[in-house]
Nanobody
Framework: QVQLVESGGGLVQAGGSLTLSCAAS????????MGWFRQAPGKAREFVAA????????QYADSVKGRFTISRDNAKNTMYLQINSLKPEDTAVYYC????????????????WGQGTQVTVSS
C-alpha cells in the first residue's frame, strides 16, 4: 500500500497562493490515479481535484475550477495542487489520496490517504 505525506499548507491572506505537495512512497505511484480532497470544520470531506496516472486527465470540483491546478511528477513520486486566488472558504484540511485508475471524485473510491495539511485563509 502506498504511503502519502502532504505538505505546503499554511496561513495565507485572501487572494494569495499556495502549492501543496503530496509525496508518495513505493514503486507504484506512476500506476495510481491521485486525488485531492478537503474538509472544513463541521463539514463533510469534499472532492477538490483528481489526476490520472499519466497526468493527461484531470478533474476539478466546480468550486475550484480556474483557481486550482493539479499536477504530478512521476519521476519524483509527487503530486501537486497549485492554489491561486485563495478565499476564506478554501480554509480546510487538504488530503491527498490514491487509487487504481481511473481517477474519481468520490472519497469512497480511494483506498490510501495522507494525514492532511491545514490551509487557513484569512480575510
Amino acid at each position: 500500500q502506498v504511503q502519502l505525506v502532504e505538505s505546503g499548507g499554511g496561513l495565507v491572506q485572501a487572494g494569495g497562493s499556495l502549492t501543496l505537495s503530496c509525496a508518495a512512497s513505493g514503486r507504484t505511484f506512476s500506476s495510481l490515479a491521485m486525488g485531492w480532497f478537503r474538509q472544513a470544520p463541521g463539514k463533510a470531506r469534499e472532492f477538490v481535484a483528481a489526476i490520472s496516472r499519466g497526468g493527461t486527465v484531470t478533474q476539478y470540483a466546480d468550486s475550484v475550477k480556474g483557481r486550482f491546478t493539479i499536477s504530478r511528477d512521476n519521476a519524483k513520486n509527487t503530486m501537486y495542487l497549485q492554489i491561486n486566488s485563495l478565499k476564506p472558504e478554501d480554509t480546510a484540511v487538504y488530503y491527498c489520496a490514491a487509487r487504481w485508475e481511473p481517477p474519481a471524485s468520490s472519497s469512497a473510491d480511494y483506498g490510501s490517504w495522507g494525514q492532511g495539511t491545514q490551509v487557513t485563509v484569512s480575510s
